[in-house]
């Protein structure tokens, strides 16, 4: 099956600065990646997803990259700001996008702390 | 919130007993699924399902049984609780939109086995 691996498990930043979270996956016949973001006793929430027909993509501070050949992922924070603080997970899954369901196979997660 | 509730959200047991948590949509989506959470594993998917009666397993479904009677509530019974499956339940729906299939997630619920 899928093994999606994340890493740093914990980063720390500063406010402003930029943090990066990296996810490597297995199957090469996944084709979308959702980010997800967990505050403390909150659920998963979707930030940012991507899909393998697109290499990047960019929702204000937040960016996505793959590379399929690599078989990696990168989640891209900017001007990181105190409330970014959370856990954040990546996915992979086979998602046929038409209404089809797909399971998601989750990294372990990056606890990200963004100090003032 | 995608209008997914669960209940309880908290409960706590003893080894052995049953136990059924309960997910509930309000917009008819077809496809529903139950993760569990845990430090250091992220989440894993228990089972699945793709429409009333049709369910499906997961990565993790070792312990757990599912049932779908209706397309609104997804159940989850642990038939005897151990404490290996202490942990945070969470029920998803796969909501298709504007060409895009996304999953969203309940709010969870956490079990405590004694």
């Known amino acids: 099956g899928e093994n999606v691996e994340q890493h740093p498990s914990t980063l720390s930043v500063q406010e402003g600065d930029s943090a990066v979270i990296k996810c490597t996956y297995s199957d090469s016949a996944s084709n979308y990646f959702p980010w997800y973001k967990q505050e403390l006793g909150k659920r998963p929430q979707l930030i940012i997803d991507i899909r393998s027909n697109v290499g990047e993509k960019k929702d204000q501070r937040i960016a996505v990259t793959l590379n399929k050949t690599a078989k990696h992922f990168s989640l891209h924070i900017t001007e990181t700001q105190p409330e970014d603080s959370a856990v954040y997970f990546c996915?992979?899954?086979?998602?046929?996008?038409?209404?089809?369901?797909?399971?998601?196979?989750f990294g372990k997660g990056t606890s990200l702390l963004v100090t003032p | 919130d995608a209008g997914i509730t669960q209940s309880p959200r908290h409960k706590v047991t003893e080894t052995g007993t049953p136990v059924t948590l309960r997910c509930h949509q309000t917009e008819n989506h077809r496809y529903m699924y139950w993760y569990r959470q845990d430090p250091g594993h992220g989440l894993r998917l228990i089972h699945y399902s793709y429409g009333v009666k049709d369910t499906d397993k997961g990565e993790v479904s070792d312990g757990y049984s599912v049932s779908r009677s209706k397309t609104e509530d997804f159940l989850l019974t642990l038939e005897s609780a151990t404490s290996s499956q202490t942990s945070v339940y969470f029920c998803?729906?796969?909501?298709?939109?504007?060409?895009?299939?996304?999953?969203?997630f309940g709010p969870g619920t956490r079990l405590t086995v004694l």
């Open positions: 998803a729906i796969s909501v298709w939109a504007g060409g895009t299939d996304t999953q969203y």
């Open positions: 996915a992979a899954s086979k998602n046929r996008g038409s209404n089809s369901g797909y399971a998601l196979n």
